[in-house]
């Protein structure tokens, strides 16, 4: 079913017509279809609605193939969508984690926060249920191409894995992304109730073993208790701290002997023309500790924490 909208040869003479929101109804003489659109809400159809866990669900929303955007290019990663309480007119952006299909479905991991509007209503909806989304809205998209990079390192805390599993998923699933790097992704949940659904971690394991040259995954938990699904996933105990992420980039721990001599260390800088990328998300502590606070207005601030103490520069990392 294609939605319309009214359309007013003053607003458009205007130069107003891109606005946020949109009357629908229909015609006397013609209607305008309403595509996808970063500048616009399109309707789509809740379709599917699974419990992960007590605050999190996986949600699936379909598109009618008649208003996807006919550049496929602009689904490339990582991009988000945005999606509009409709009760309260308020918006949040959701990162699709497998991109839109050939059905025009696109799945979201989503979690319920005390204070999340937009998320607490989403999980009060049905399926059949109409949710208005616009998009795509690229979240990083910079240097992309073949070659450019050599390693990506990947630090993710919560639902912060979710940009992250889009571009693994075209890269090693789609093929709609040619890069030749190596991956790694570290992810860090604080108890295993606060994991990535299985499909996700069964998905992610998959290509790791399939590809052990290219990928690395790791999981972390602040609580393991030691249980048998721990050890199946190979879980490690704890946060990300500064040796991971050194063995994730590949340096060495070696400590020249006057800091031992003077009871200090320090981890042997990572050369700046290095090609290598981090790319951080996760919850606002966590991504400040590990590259430095985000600067005003959401920028991305100084390279600080356990990266700035690494040596890496501002090109060499993006905070989502």
């Known amino acids: 079913m294609f939605f319309v909208r009214r359309v ?7 130069g107003v017509s891109a606005t946020a929101y949109y009357s629908f109804g229909l ?48 689904f490339a990663p990582i991009y988000s969508i945005f999606i509009k309480d409709s009760d309260i007119q308020v918006e949040r952006p959701y990162t699709p984690l497998e991109g839109i299909d050939e059905n025009g479905h696109m799945k979201l991991w989503v979690k319920k926060y005390e204070h999340g509007e937009v998320g607490r209503w989403l999980h009060s909806r049905r399926v059949g249920d109409s949710i208005e989304i616009r998009g795509p809205v690229k979240t990083w998209s910079s240097l992309w191409q073949d070659g450019h990079w050599d390693q990506v390192v990947m630090i993710s805390g919560g ?10 998923h075209s890269v090693f699933t789609t093929s709609d992304t040619s890069l030749n790097a190596r991956f790694t992704l570290l992810h860090a949940s604080r108890s295993l109730a606060d994991l990535p659904p299985s499909s996700m971690i069964q998905s992610l394991t998959t290509h790791s ?39 994730a980039l590949q340096l060495t721990h070696s400590t020249p002997w006057w800091r031992r001599l003077l009871g200090t260390s320090a981890p042997t800088p990572l050369a700046p023309e290095k090609r290598v990328l981090v790319l951080v998300c996760g919850p606002e502590g966590m991504v400040s500790a590990i590259a430095g606070p985000y600067g005003r207005n959401n920028s991305q601030g100084k390279v600080g924490g356990i990266l700035g103490e690494l040596g890496l520069q501002s090109h060499q990392v993006w905070k989502l």
Request: hydrophobic letters at 35%; proline letters at 8%.
């Open 209 to 247: 073993q399939k590809y052990p040259d290219r990928f690395q995954f790791h999981l972390f938990s602040d609580s393991t208790n030691d249980t048998s699904e721990s050890h199946t996933l190979n879980i490690q105990r704890g946060r990300i701290g500064k040796s991971v992420i050194q063995d």
């Open 27 to 74: 015609l006397s003489d013609r209607t305008v279809a309403l595509p996808l659109s970063p500048s616009r809400f399109t309707p789509s159809t809740l379709v599917e609605s699974l419990d992960v866990s007590s605050n999190t669900k996986l949600l699936t929303l379909s598109v009618p193939l008649g208003l996807l955007p006919s550049d496929r290019g602009a």
């Open 8 to 14: 007013k040869p003053a607003l458009i003479l205007s």
């Open 159 to 168: 639902t912060g894995i979710t940009p992250f599993y889009q571009l693994l």
